[in-house]
């Protein structure tokens, strides 16, 4: 049994009777969301070495956080079996521990927490509320993060809180989305040339390097194409393996990472430039006329990645957005693990880059 389903479960059978009996009437929402490779359905026996195994965040109102959160804590630890589908039901805690603070109250006995809406917003987003989000806070907003809180599953919603935040952080405004295309272009006109050049001075690593670098931006791309968050690095290619994009992309990035020289190597990334191209123009996404060919005068292929910039730029609606410099969200800007898993340093980051 998947970790999801596991998960499910045990609301249905445990969590859900105790909460019933314990807190009658209680208002809440009942979740997996945050963390774990079960919220993608990507956990496998490996997988349970560290915080797999039943467990559900109940998420209350501040008000009955404040009253309920801590008795209810203590009361299901009464209750609780000490195994579910011959899982344990104690909290494996690497890395992760039990969550307990202002707005979270967890216990290593078992997997049952409780959550404020706002807490969990603020420590994924920095941000208390979803209203009047801006292009700036969005673009602050890390996809890993934006798909740890959408992706998992929502097992019951009393008021529709939780899920009304889900939704409207399901997938980026068109606007942002515009800005993140043509910024994942731009690192490609950036170093496509570089493959070559550094194979033409006899640097085959570093040739090989960039190639590694670009494969990455392409497969990025491909994520925005099909409108879906991309997740952490351990994550990303079995991410992308799923995306429809990644049959036609794949024997070309394969090509690319496997090609002995540096032709061959520049060869393959241009067939997929191509392809992202094709795509995008066939979906009418900031359409440009692809043209695959020299690198100016040097023999290093390469395709016209500045028009693509340019069409994505000019489809943005929002004036003050299409004025920002062309630099990239925070997770376009930098892969620093630390800087982004911390949602208030990530916001402020994303303001002194492009404020």
């Known amino acids: 049994m998947q970790g999801i389903a596991l998960s499910r479960a045990f609301y249905e059978e445990i969590v859900a009777p105790f909460l019933a009996t314990a807190a009658p009437g209680l208002s809440y929402a009942a979740a997996l969301i945050g963390y774990g490779s079960e919220l993608l359905s990507f956990d496998d026996e490996q997988s349970k ?4 195994g039943p467990r559900v965040h109940i998420h209350l109102s501040e008000a009955d956080f404040r009253v309920q959160a801590q008795p209810l ?23 992760h521990p039990a969550a307990n603070g202002p707005d979270a109250a967890g216990a290593i006995e078992h997997g ?23 292009p700036l806070d969005w673009l602050g907003f890390p996809e890993q993060k934006l798909l740890a809180f959408t ?8 008021d529709g809180r939780l899920t009304a935040a889900r939704q409207a952080l399901a997938y980026f405004p068109d606007d942002v989305w515009y800005y993140r295309i043509a910024c994942q272009w731009l690192r490609i006109a950036e170093e496509q040339a570089f493959v070559g050049r550094a194979g033409q001075a006899g640097d085959d690593l570093g040739s090989r390097l960039v190639a590694g670098r670009l494969v990455r931006d392409v497969m990025a791309l491909g994520f925005l194409l099909e409108r879906r968050y991309a997740p952490y690095a351990k994550w990303f290619g079995t991410g992308f393996s799923r995306l429809p994009i990644a049959a036609a992309l794949t ?7 496997k090609a002995a020289g540096w032709k061959e190597r520049g060869e393959a990334l241009a067939r997929a ?36 910039v340019e069409a994505g730029m000019a489809a943005i609606k929002d004036p003050a957005l299409r004025s920002l410099p ?27 880059l492009l404020g």
């Open 251 to 257: 024997p070309d990035l394969d090509a690319a990472l």
């Open 73 to 95: 804590l203590a009361a299901f630890a009464d209750v609780v079996p000490e195994t579910f589908a011959g899982e344990p039901i104690g909290w494996r805690a690497r890395p």
């Open 112 to 134: 049952l927490g409780f959550h404020t809406l706002e807490g969990r917003l603020d420590a994924h987003f920095g941000l208390r509320s979803l209203e009047n989000l801006t």
């Open 273 to 308: 430039y191509l392809t992202l191209a094709n795509v995008q123009n066939e979906r009418g996404i900031a359409p440009f006329p692809p043209v695959i060919g020299p690198y100016f005068d040097r023999p290093f292929v390469t395709i016209n990645a500045d028009d693509a």
């Open 151 to 158: 992706a998992g599953a929502v097992f019951h919603d009393g």
């Open 49 to 52: 070495d560290h915080n797999w």
């Open 326 to 352: 062309i630099m990239g969200a925070i997770d376009q800007a930098s892969d620093l693990t630390p800087l982004l898993v911390d949602a208030a340093r990530s916001q402020q980051v994303t303001r002194q």
